[in-house]
C-alpha cells in the first residue's frame, strides 16, 4: 500500500516560489510515475506535472510549463515540485499522486487522464499581495 504526503505550501506573493514536497512510501514495482494536481477553488482539478521514476521523464501542462520543475530524489522517495514566478491562478490545493505507469514512455497520458490510484492529501498554495 502506497502512503503519499505532501509539504511545503502557504502563501506567496505574486512573482514569488514555492518548493513542493511529496514523500512517497511503498513503491516497489518500476514504470511508476508520480504527479502533481491542482484543484482551484470552484474548478476541476488538473494535472499539472508527472514523473517516471524509470528514467526521470517529466511532463507538464501549457500553463506551468517553464515556471514549474518536476524532480524526483529516489534515495529519499521524495518527489519535488519546485514553482517559479507564481500567479494568482496557480492557487489552490495540490495533490500528489502515484500509480504503475502502462504507457512507460512517458508519463503524459496519464497526467491528461488524471490515472493514479493513490492520492496525497493534498497541501494549499495560495499566491497573493
Known amino acids: 500500500q502506497l502512503q503519499l504526503v505532501e509539504s511545503g505550501g502557504g502563501l506567496v506573493q505574486p512573482g514569488g516560489s514555492l518548493r513542493l514536497s511529496c514523500v512517497v512510501s511503498?513503491?516497489?514495482?518500476?514504470?511508476?510515475?508520480i504527479g502533481w494536481f491542482r484543484q482551484a477553488p470552484g474548478k476541476e482539478r488538473m494535472g499539472v506535472a508527472c514523473?517516471?521514476?524509470?528514467?526521470?521523464?517529466?511532463e507538464y501542462s501549457d500553463s506551468v510549463k517553464g515556471r514549474f520543475t518536476i524532480s524526483m530524489d529516489k534515495a529519499k522517495n521524495t518527489v519535488y515540485l519546485q514553482m517559479n514566478s507564481l500567479k494568482p491562478e496557480d492557487t489552490g490545493v495540490y495533490y500528489c499522486a502515484a500509480d504503475w505507469n502502462p504507457y512507460p514512455k512517458s508519463c503524459k497520458i496519464v497526467l491528461q487522464r488524471q490515472l493514479f490510484g493513490w492520492w496525497g492529501q493534498g497541501t494549499q498554495v495560495i499566491v497573493a499581495s
Open positions: 511503498g513503491l516497489t514495482a518500476r514504470n511508476n510515475s
Open positions: 514523473i517516471t521514476d524509470t528514467d526521470f521523464g517529466a
